[in-house]
């Protein structure tokens, strides 16, 4: 989430109230305004199941699939549809998807890469030819094969009940006789018409007589039900090797893009092992690059090296030790995170705990570090986004995070299908005319971009405890890491762990085509409710803070309570999301 909506705005001065106040309370999770532990709204708390999403339609879509006998998986993927038609501005069936599920059968954890590939025509000369020195956020260019319907199926073939034309009905009809749009997506939906309108079918298809809906207005997108019924009668084929992929070779061919029906045929998402960090005892768990998971899990790393029993939640040393576990692990994010089938990681050694104690010790308790280096062979020698979770009566967890990259993507909308294809081909490094380069994230032909979207989980004594995700380009692993520390750390629940004010630093290395190397230290951006002794405290140790009006990303988990047997749903207050279960 990038700001509050200028609906909204009237809390602002209350937030920042309370930001006030709590420079004179108790360094700790404070409410902005009471001192208490801060929570918008209790936990949701449930016998059977449990659904999490950011839109309350896409929330009920998911308890009627799991009341109709559904499991978690026909949920997720009922609800990952509706928000496809409710939520375009994070999400479609023209980006890609990932997933971590817990499988009460095998009593594991299973991982999904549902990434796609660069087209094959389109080569690192034709970006020269073009004068470009960077690959564009929007248009033809940066459009990668849609990973998110074959994730669909090989995930319901693993793990659902119902057929997948029944999971797909409820958005069909509500695309065909329309829904209400709700605040923040309308707000957001506004700030991409302008952007995206030079686009061929993104007015058609995307806007009400050239403008975005407002706020409660009706939307219906009869494309996007008869794309769906297509995939409802067809399987993933309809969408990858049928009239649905014709459809998108055709309106490439001409608008001046390289994405072609072979390499939609040629799609193959593919099954991961998730790679797991243990943090004070829970076990945190992510998925392994092309994605940027396991950055969380170095943060995590570094920062269980210090006692936060003794360090207050808000204070200086808090927000000082995070920012700078998070400048290492972004470093290493920029070098080495990248397509593995290109340019593996050294992923286990990345997260070791010996390289965070290495990486640790050069941290400065006192001073903001303004140039940080990624690992070294040395050091290695050891041998805008949705994210939903469900859960369901037989145990099972799932939690699934799906994306068009750029808020509404790349704003290419091919003819009456009813979606736009996700621009991810934007993180891609581009050499310079003439040069070859050794990044691992170089753009080559068939290749996955570095991925952010990244799901999460945790695991205590080897059961399900929290499925959780934070959306928000960067601000996913920053945001992960501050969810396992609330948690843990600062004994919040699950409602007010994701309510607590926030924490993101910007500006590090980044490892796209826009990388810089971070050469001041970059900044912090604090949401309000911290105290402003805290932020003349970390100025003193030379950070460079700002208020940012909201890139905090959008929260939601499940937390299974063995014990009671019961779940615990979360939704983030920042979007237009709920938590329900019955």
Sequence with gaps: MRRLPSSCRHLRPLLLAGALLCAVLPAAAADRISGQAFATRSEVIAPQAMAATSHPLATQIALDMLKAGGSAMDAAIAANAALGLMEPTGNGIGGDLFAIVWDPKTQKLHGYNGSGRSPRALTVEEFH???????????????????????????????????????????????????????????????????????????????????????????????????????????????YKGDIARTMDAYFRRHDGFLRYEDLASHQGEWVEPVSSNYRGHDVWELPPNSQGIAALQILNILEGYDFSKIPFGSAEHVHLFTEAKKIAFADRARFYADPAFSPAPVAQLISKGYAAARRAGIDPQRAARVVQPATPAQLEEGDTIYLTTADADGMMVSLIQSNYRGMGSGMAPDGLGFILQDRGEMFVLPPPGQTSDHPNAYAPGKRPFQTIIPAFITKDGKPWVSFGVMGGAMQPQGHAQIVMNLIDFGMNLQEAGDAPRIQHERSTEPTGQATAMSDGGEINLETGFPYATVRALMQMGHKVTFADGPYGGYQAIMRDHEQGVYIGASESRKDGQAAGY
């Design 129 to 239: 030819r073009r004068g470009l020195s960077e690959i564009p956020a929007h248009g033809p260019l940066p459009v990668s094969v849609p990973g998110t319907v074959d994730a669909w199926f090989a995930l319901h073939e693993r793990f659902g009940k119902r057929p997948m034309a029944d999971n797909l009905a409820p958005t069909i009809a509500y695309a065909r006789n329309g829904h209400p749009v709700h605040e923040v997506i309308a707000h957001y939906w506004e700030r991409s018409v302008p952007r995206l309108s030079p686009y061929p079918g993104f007015v058609e298809q995307f806007t009400i007589d050239g403008r975005a809906p407002r706020k409660g207005q009706m939307w219906r997108n009869p494309n996007l039900a008869n794309t769906l019924e297509a995939i409802a009668r067809g399987g993933r084929d309809a969408f």
